[in-house]
């Protein structure tokens, strides 16, 4: 009796300490990781369904030959916005939607070791992506393609505004993934539970941690090009222009030293996903840990030496293209090391067969697809005629789908239950999963063969009686399919939040640290810290898959001076220090407003207002350090 | 640079002349069912690699399929089960692809060694230069001298090889016929090379392959691959300088068009747009979109960007009389 009412005490003691205040200025100053983790979630599935009307309207113009719905200004338009908004706008953000939100629960803390930081990472992410449609508002969106070759981003051949929107969002975009990065990377050296030794982090956050290293080197070439970019439109320099001594080829060395390892970037958390699902569901641990962790760390590294693929076709000496072919060959190794283990852990497991392991089942055959179409296109002459066409598209489909959505989709329907506390509907679920599994070979796989029949990518329209109707029609099609299931997604979430069954701690039987906490978790998520001695701590008592004696009732609570939190040993999690944190804040709004009104009057050309802007975001940056109570924060 | 935005009845008409203009080569221009080199040693590593990528995905599939639907005990001990199943992550993760990727490897050198150089003399010298949105083209001589221009259509020998020397004019273009020859970019500032031998006569559509602005997908390029005595008439025809009546040299030049087209032999030496030297004696017009009848031809100088969206051949509100009197005259460029 006593013990239960010091323990309900405890724990209003903690909500007082961790919840955000009620009310619009609570939300907007909120640095809860699960806010922040939601808002990710949220605001890249809108981009998604951008991205995807997108695609729609392009593959209507697709459908058969020879059609007008779209002018060729307008497709090209989408195609690049689509691609833009796909790749950075939903692919990236989106897992760090998952990541913000599950990780400190996955390793058992408080918060992310940069709590502010992580709200200015999601603020500048929406504001980047409100930045880049801004040019759709004003008419005159980017169109050279997600990749925006030079001489053809010059103002010389694109005079409008679109690109310097393309050059100085990305830019704006950049410091919120760099920022979300940086963050990730010290949260998990230094913020897991006592005793969640390296080996002992469920792959997830392996995954992540690879894609934050890969951002923090991939990032900076990117954003030098950009700069060089905007330079070269705005003042007239010729970083990219051959007639004054230039390179064309420069913009594409920095754009894909950035642009492959972003790939892995956008898929290795989201295979992460699929390592710790899948053993829930085949109610086992993981086959070959060690050597997943392995491989989804050699792939990060792997990846820094493949950008030239990109450009076989580019006529560098065929020596040096070699050398990248073979890479991107050995690529394939680390992948085949995770998709064994997969294939492994459901043979010698017992395998229940509920929506987020079908939508796992779905992943695999689609990452076989587009991972051997890859080893294809690796083959530097076959790569000659597959560069470029459709066939690169379907391959980039296969990868960027069936390796980023498929996952993620299937780790909606695990994880909402734990953020919402309601299940979503297992029925819908299944008809979820077909209807987007055929929409998807459907709409990609003809794909290919269209490539291999020789009709090259970014055009908008093609002559009829090439051989390429059907297929087209075919690919049409099963593209609208595929949306309808992402429409009964979005039914399902919408019905679970009303009528969703109430999930409890652990709906799945799963045994990982974040079902040990109810759903939602409350905003402190672990009453006491816990004390990890395996993998799967909830799986040591009951079905005797695990072995080990962690402790998750008793530790320390840290409920009496603020935001605190236990600090941990790199290597082996033991427990060093006990860290306080900061609390809700509007700087990190703040300075996101001003950045945003930089970024504004630096794509208008207005000096002044940028350096009004510049001068803000200082400001901002000297409130924000400066010692004492804060706007928005709790008293 | 002028881009001129453009209205929407283009996209039916380039989509429906395409048509008629292209009944000529019926099959679709499969990059598998080559019809010259290099494409076919191309496809000679293409096909195998792509059985044995198939077999890859139907191998795996049904492992996955068997392991997750497969009756009989599940209840192995851990460690046995661990023991075993890292046996199937080393072997089938790592050792068989490494052995599939090396003989793959092996395969690409040899193709790639098989297919660098062609296996004669060329035959001829080929400077493509790639613009928005057509291709210049000019044979030269062995020692580089010019011979003759013409545009968005090149004529080879059957069974010769023959040379390329790619540029681009603007911005990045990518040359490519799928059943002769692989992808090569056009990159300013840079010369590329590349060789192509068609095997069968005929004539090859091709298209430019790297996005390069609005009238990307209105890029076409043909192939006549003709015997070579008959190759050598047209090269011989291309180079004697075209018979030019005065009336409507004097038409052609007063409507302004000598500022950017150039007709040899004459005072019209505008470097802008496509030579016309020969003009008459072409399939097609503005790059492969039109079939060279005087009913398009005369279409096109009524309004160039009604048919092909961002032309840079401006309107230049001509007469009637005079789009006629130009017709004759340009058609009569042979």
Known sequence: MSATAAEAARASRLAAIWETRPGVVGALASVDHKDVGKRYLVTAFVFLVVGGIEALLMRIQLAHGGASTLSPELYDELFTMHGVTMIFLYASPILSGFANYLWPILIGTRDMAFPRMNALSYWIFLFAGIFIYTSMAIGDMPD???????????????????????????????????????????????????????????????????????????????SVALVMLWFDRQFGMHFFDS??????????????????????????????????????????????????????????IIGFGVWVHHMFATG???????????????????SGISFFAWIATIWYGRPVFKTPFLFMLGFIVLFAIGGVSGVMTGLLPFDWQLTDTYFVVAHLHYVLIGINVFPVVGALYYWLPKITGRMLSERLGRWNFWVMFIGFNVAFFPMHWLGILGMPRRIFTYPAGLGWDASNMVVTAGAFVFAVGILLLSINIAWSLRNGVPAGPNPWDAGTLEWSIPSPPPPYNFEVIPTVDSRHPLWENGPGIAEGESDLTEGPVLDEDGHEVIGTSVLDGAPETIQHMPGDSLWPLYLTLSLTLLFYSLVSAHWPLAVSGAGLALVCLVGWHWPGRDPGEEG | ??????????????????????????????????????????????????????????????????????????????????????????????????????????????????????????????????????????????????????????????????RLELRSADVIHSFWLPQIAGKTDLIPGRVNRMWLRADEAGEFRGQCAEFCGVGHAAMLIRVVAEPSDEYRRWAADQSHLPAVDSTGMAAFRESGCAACHRIAGTLAQGKVGPDLSHVGSRATLAAGILPNTPGALAAWLRSPDSLKTGALMPDLSLSEPRIERLVAFLEGLK
């Open chain 1, 144 to 222: 050279a393609g997600w990749f925006a070759y030079a001489p053809l981003t010059g103002k010389a051949f694109s005079p409008g505004p679109g690109l310097d929107f393309y050059a100085l969002g990305l830019l704006f975009l950049g410091i919120s993934t760099s920022v979300g990065a940086v963050n990730f990377i010290v949260t998990l050296f230094k913020m897991r539970a006592p005793g969640m030794s390296l080996n002992r982090m469920p792959i997830l956050v392996w995954g992540t941690l690879t894609a934050s290293f890969s951002i923090i080197y991939a990032l900076p070439p990117l």
């Open chain 1, 243 to 300: 007639s004054a001594g230039g390179s064309p080829l420069l913009w594409q060395h920095l754009f894909w030293i950035f642009g492959h390892p972003w790939v892995y970037i956008i898929v290795l958390p989201a295979m992460g996903m699929v390592s710790d699902i899948i053993p829930t569901f085949c109610r086992r641990p993981l086959v070959g840990y060690t050597y997943v962790a392995f491989a989804t760390v050699s792939t990060g």
């Open chain 1, 316 to 334: 560098l000496p065929q020596l040096s293209l070699s050398f990248f072919s073979a890479a991107s060959l050995v690529i394939a190794i680390p």
């Open chain 2, 1 to 162: 640079m002028v881009v001129v935005r453009g209205s929407k009845g283009a996209t039916r008409l380039v989509g429906a002349t395409a048509v008629c203009l292209l009944a000529g080569c019926r099959r679709a221009p499969s990059t598998f069912q080559p019809l010259g080199d290099p494409a076919a040693g191309i496809a000679r590593l293409g096909w195998p690699a792509t059985v044995t990528m198939a077999a890859i995905v139907l191998v795996v599939t049904a492992l996955l399929l068997w392991g997750a639907f497969r009756s009989g005990p599940r209840d192995m001990e851990r460690a046995e089960s661990e023991r075993r199943g890292v046996r199937w992550v080393v072997v089938g993760g790592a050792l068989v692809p490494g052995l599939i990727l090396a003989c793959l490897f092996g395969t690409m050198l040899a193709t790639l060694h098989a297919i660098s150089e062609p296996d004669g003399p060329p035959a001829a010298t080929i400077r493509v230069t790639g613009h928005q949105w057509w291709w210049e083209v000019e044979y030269v001589g062995a020692d580089g001298t010019p011979l003759f221009q013409t545009a968005n259509e090149l004529h080879v020998p059957v069974g010769r090889p023959v």
